[in-house]
């Protein structure tokens, strides 16, 4: 008996290990490690603001700083006249470069669908490293320190840092497709947390020497991977002679492939004789519009879920070292390095529910499951006892539970979206779709960042702690009709594979 469509499981990995070549691997790993080091040089701010803060105000333990430097030179530095306010403006600063962040990624998206995806990156990660020598390299040895100066800086760098996320998305969709979507782009999405650890790792090595050496290192290394990828990475396949993404499979296959998993299959025939994009006898596909993109189904409800959960997720990133240097008094090298379980916690994560929804073919049930397990965990980390072992194991589940459904929403999922029929599988939707969910997602981080730091300093810790689970049931909320959708689809599914037999 033949199975509908919506029952036929392709069988992702044979048909992902069988289409494999070495380019494959160079893109995967280029990728990779290009937004690893554009995440990199975001960690070192989030784990130097204990040494900042300390540097911009008085403190009882700068009491030598006087015999070290002149003491007008000292007193220069004085931006803020205690560490609250301190801290108030390294929330600022973070608000602010997620506002710009969110800002350039609905622009940047754009401009990759439309301009050469290396070109744009490559210059986006060398600008990047260059903005972050400025704030935070050459300011210190020059000993210049004026707040005005540090947003400005700081807009920039996230309008820079912004080319990388929608380009690197657009580049493995072009490589990658739903065969094995789920687990390939779960593992590639650690790339994230991969780069938390590298900016932990430098970070904490030369901290001792001063801060302004992290973001010396930090931006080097950024600097020359920006190099490395203006020569080195290939942006689709027909570069080299290979086939597009789904030029060499059967109809039915191909149909499959660019069929979205959240899609409403019992839609599909009304559907199928209508395009966002107008039939083009070209063989060359044009870049979807903006509020093209913006109507594709599943966008509105993933970005608005992504913002509440992006929120919660880069709030950790942000604040997690600063949390436990000041919450349980330990120092701050030893909060860098026990940061790192978070991200260990999210790596595994992606992976493995980015598998789980390969082998089910749809997202929503796995990215609910994966939420309602984080509330919990939410409120086991917020009463973790003084104990680095326990607090890192719980840690590291919270961010399996966190960091996996954002690491799933802002890659497999946004392939996904702007892959789908109605753009007739354009890769040229790509970066655009990105754009917009992971904008969307920045701007709730952005207003989260400074929402932090006041709820921190008013009410504590514990109600940040409170916020984060408000958040993440927010996140629920916004995908639960694509989740009562799919669990529908799942159910008809296995009702018409039960006649079957």
Partial sequence: MAFPGSLRRQPANRGLVSRCTHHHIVVFLLTFFSYSLLHASRKTFSNVKVSISSQWTPSCLNSTAPELRPYELWNSSHLFPNAEEATLFLGTLDTIFLFSYAVGLFVSGIVGDRLNLR???????????????????????LHFYNKWFYCCLWVVNGLLQSTGWPCVVAVMGNWFGKAGRGFVFGLWSACASVGNILGAFLASCVLKYGYEYAFLVTASVQFAGGVIVFFGLLTSPKEVGLPELGADEDDSVEEDANRPLMGNDDADDDDRNYSIQAT??????????????????????????????????????????????????????????????????????????????????????????????????????????????????????????????????????????????????????????????????????????????????????????????????????????????????????????????
């Fill in 280 to 501: 083009d006898t070209d063989n060359q596909p044009k870049a979807i519009g903006f509020f093209q993109a913006c109507c594709l189904p599943g966008v509105v409800l993933y970005s608005l879920a992504y913002a509440c959960l992006k929120l919660v997720n880069y709030s950790f990133f942000f604040w997690l070292p600063f949390y436990l240097s000041n919450n349980f008094g330990w120092k701050e090298a030893e909060a860098d390095q026990l940061s790192i379980w978070y991200d260990v916690g999210g790596i595994i994560g992606g992976t493995i529910q980015g598998l789980i929804s390969d082998v089910l073919q749809k997202r929503a049930p796995v990215l609910a499951i994966s939420l309602l397990f984080a509330v919990g965990s939410l409120f086991g980390y917020s009463r973790s006892p003084n104990s680095k072992p326990i607090n890192a194991v719980i840690m590291a589940i919270t961010g399996f539970f966190i960091g996996g459904p954002s690491n799933m929403i802002s890659s497999a999922i946004s392939a996904d979206l702007g892959r789908q029929d109605l753009v007739k599988g354009s890769s040229e939707a790509l970066a655009t779709v990105t754009g917009i969910v992971d904008g969307t997602g920045s701007i709730g981080a952005a207003v989260g960042q400074y929402l932090v730091s006041l709820i921190q300093e008013n009410l504590g810790w514990m109600w940040v702690f409170y916020f984060f689970i408000l958040m993440t049931s927010s996140t629920i909320l916004f995908i639960s009709p694509l989740i009562v959708r799919e669990i529908k689809l799942l159910l008809h599914e296995r009702r018409l594979r039960m006649l079957a037999e």
């Fill in 119 to 141: 070109w744009v990156l490559s210059f986006g990660m060398c600008s990047s490293a260059l903005v972050v020598f400025f704030f935070g390299t050459l300011t210190e040895w």
